[in-house]
């Protein structure tokens, strides 16, 4: 085992743009490699991805890997995973983590396999033991019950994803200095089964759920998606994006795109207002880190309100439409 050594991240980049999840990992790993005295890498592949491993060196890695071929343009499961591989046997990282994007959900899985070692999906918290230096890899088991901490003793990498926000990004420090290593890999590592007939965005980035400072969450509370139209009009009001629990999605009042929780996304908005949301612990794995919550629950003794800053007991149907008016007239007085 002593020869894999150093921690390194998964970056993710589009079109020469590092992406937010990336300098999230970056301040998570930074703190791992500190601990164990280790160097931290980030791995970059795309195409023509410019500035992109300069800004990963800013945010904290003390090296950059990257493979830049027209194959790589955008993501392809084959080709990504053929590239890592590569490096991964070659390199030989003692921990390798990416984000839990459907990147990393994709790659992470293909590459634990291939290279015979473990891997802890959606993990909320990394740490390195003392002593051992191996990876403690923290997330909810048991239907989001109980806290898991995971080790990985004797297979290599040590490998995990992270949910998107669950930690700050590394702060840009344009006088940090690192070593960008130019790779270049065999043409059979680009091969794929792939055929990539156009590329959609859905939605507008800067719109979704995890990047806005405001979400409301439509709960089972709501009674029908009838009701929906207030939580929407709410959210428009305050410039934020609608989100819902597990039965609201279930049920299809809302997209799976809207689902917040352990099997959902993780948002940590400035505020965050839950209406008619019981506070379960498989929701509050996705919201917990929102900075001031709101929650309105008819029931006072409700588990949504031991997470919240300020509670109303009352009827999300009175209480949003007094929320409403009370919105509209001050933005009509300002
Ligand atoms: C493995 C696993 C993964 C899961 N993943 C997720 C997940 O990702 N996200 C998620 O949300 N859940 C998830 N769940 C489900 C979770 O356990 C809860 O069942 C779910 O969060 C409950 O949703 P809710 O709060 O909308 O509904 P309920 O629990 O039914 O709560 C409705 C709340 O509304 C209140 N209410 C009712 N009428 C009104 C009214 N008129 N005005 C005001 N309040 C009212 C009630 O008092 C109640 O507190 C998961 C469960 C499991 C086992």
């Known amino acids: ?8 991240i998964l970056a993710e980049q589009w079109q020469g743009k590092v992406k937010g999840v990336s300098f999230e990992l970056l301040g998570r790993a ?3 490699a500190d601990k164990c005295g280790e160097p931290l890498s980030a791995v970059l592949l795309g195409y023509q991805t410019g500035e992109a491993s300069q800004e990963l060196i800013y945010h904290g890695a003390d090296q950059v890997y ?3 071929h027209p194959s790589l343009t955008q993501f392809d499961p084959d080709a990504y995973a053929n590239c890592l591989e590569h490096l991964i046997r070659e390199k ?3 921990v390798f983590i990416a984000g839990a994007t459907s990147t990393g959900r994709t790659l992470m899985p293909i590459l634990a396999a291939r ?43 040590q490998m995990a994803t992270v949910r998107p926000r669950s930690h ?13 290593i130019e790779v270049k890999l065999p043409d059979e590592a680009f091969r794929t089964r792939f055929e990539i007939l156009g590329f959609e965005r859905i939605g507008d980035e800067k719109a979704r759920l995890e ?46 795109l809207c689902q917040i929780g352990l099997s959902g996304k993780t948002v940590s908005p400035r505020l965050y207002i839950a209406c008619g949301v019981s506070g379960a612990i498989q929701h509050l794995a996705g919201m917990r880190s929102s900075k001031f919550v709101i929650a309105i629950n008819k029931d ?35």
Request: aromatic share 4%; proline share 8%.
């Open 92 to 94: 030989r990282p003692a």
């Open 211 to 256: 990047n806005v400072d405001v979400v409301v969450c439509a709960g089972r509370g709501l009674g029908n998606p009838n009701a929906l139209f207030l939580i929407k009009e709410l959210a428009e009001l305050l410039g934020g994006a609608v989100g819902g629990t597990r039965p609201v999605v279930e049920q299809g009042w809302l997209p799976y």
């Open 30 to 32: 930074r703190n791992l």
């Open 66 to 68: 990257v493979v830049d």
């Open 300 to 334: 006072p003794r409700a588990q949504i309100f031991k997470v919240a800053d300020l509670g109303i007991v009352g009827d999300v149907n009175e209480i949003i439409p007094r929320l409403i008016k009370r919105l509209r007239q001050i933005r009509r007085n300002s």
């Open 168 to 180: 700050p990004p590394s702060l840009r420090n344009p006088a940090r200095k690192g070593v960008i």
């Open 115 to 157: 290279l015979k070692t473990g891997l802890t999906a959606d993990c909320t918290d990394l740490d390195i033991e003392e002593g051992t230096k191996l990876l403690l890899q923290t997330r909810p088991a048991i239907g989001g019950n109980v806290m898991a901490t995971i080790r990985t003793p004797k297979h290599r990498p």
């Open 1 to 8: 085992m002593k020869y894999w050594h150093g921690i390194w």
